[in-house]
């Protein structure tokens, strides 16, 4: 049976805690251990923590005397990974019924697979029902084609709760880098996917990801161009140091992604007559930055005119249906992928 580490780094959720470590506790056809690390928690996190390793052996619990910060937390809880498989799982998210089996037993039959992820489903304080038919249906690409597309996308696939790492690739590949804490999932998963390939399990969901004010995504990670700009830092430092012959390529295509996904931000947000969070010129500057050629594009010009007038209602409307079409062609992408 594969053994798998799960660590569960909490600050301030006691009202999640439980219902996180019962998620994980109850998993099936896996050898589970918990370790989770108390970061000095100012409410009951402590008392609630100490109360679920009483209940279970298999629960370890840390308590940090001074708070280190999610960074240096993550770093302890990888550190200590001595099962096949680890898992880092925040307080207030869960784990779907029988993720971990589906997720090793993919690793176990594919030793060329680093990690393996599927879908988080988004919820704030009910969660709906998982999608648990069978074992799912993998899809496996090597590492470099799985960088491939998330330079191509411009964006992160993965939210975090979904991922099971083979261990020997967290101990071949080290842990968060500190200068990234607001992409270091981001970062750890393209340095890996450097190392190995990458599974994705599609027609069942692996964890659940909560939404609410408080968590990191709505305070330190929030705000578009911040977040710009922290894809850009990530992109340029895992493919600046890549070896093999296209990740200058590869580095251009994320550059260019982001570039427009910038343009792209500044026209919809002045069609749609919504408040942009920074100024035209601070999204046009990034663009340019982040790739020169952009100034050449007719996104490039059309953002320069809006420096100095606001968007006709005629203007508006016409992006109201681009977006409305967009919808629907993405939504007839999903129904044909089903039916195939």
Known sequence: ???????????????????????????????????????????????????????????????????????????????AADADYVVLLSADDLLTPGCLARATAIMEENPSVGFVYGNAIKFTDTLPPAKQDGLGRPIIWAGREWLRLMCEGGRCFIHSPEVVMRTSIQRQIGLYNPDLPQTGDMEMWMRAALHAGVARLDGVDQAYYRLHPSSMQHTLHAGPLLDLYAKLKTYELVLGRASFLEAEEYLSRARKRLANDSLWYVLNQVRMRRPMSGTIDEYCSFAERAFPGIVESKNWHRAQEYRTRRASIAETLLWQIRLALRRLTSWRHRELNKAA
């Open 1 to 79: 049976m594969p053994s798998v580490h799960i660590v569960v780094p909490c600050y301030n959720y006691a009202r999640f805690i439980k219902t996180c470590a019962t998620s994980v506790l109850s998993q099936r056809g896996v050898d589970v251990k918990l370790l989770i690390i108390n970061d000095a928690s100012t409410d009951e996190s402590a008392r609630v923590c100490d109360e679920i390793a009483a209940e279970d052996r298999r629960v370890k619990v840390i308590h940090h005397p001074k708070n280190q910060g999610h960074i240096a937390t993550y770093n302890e809880g990888l550190a």
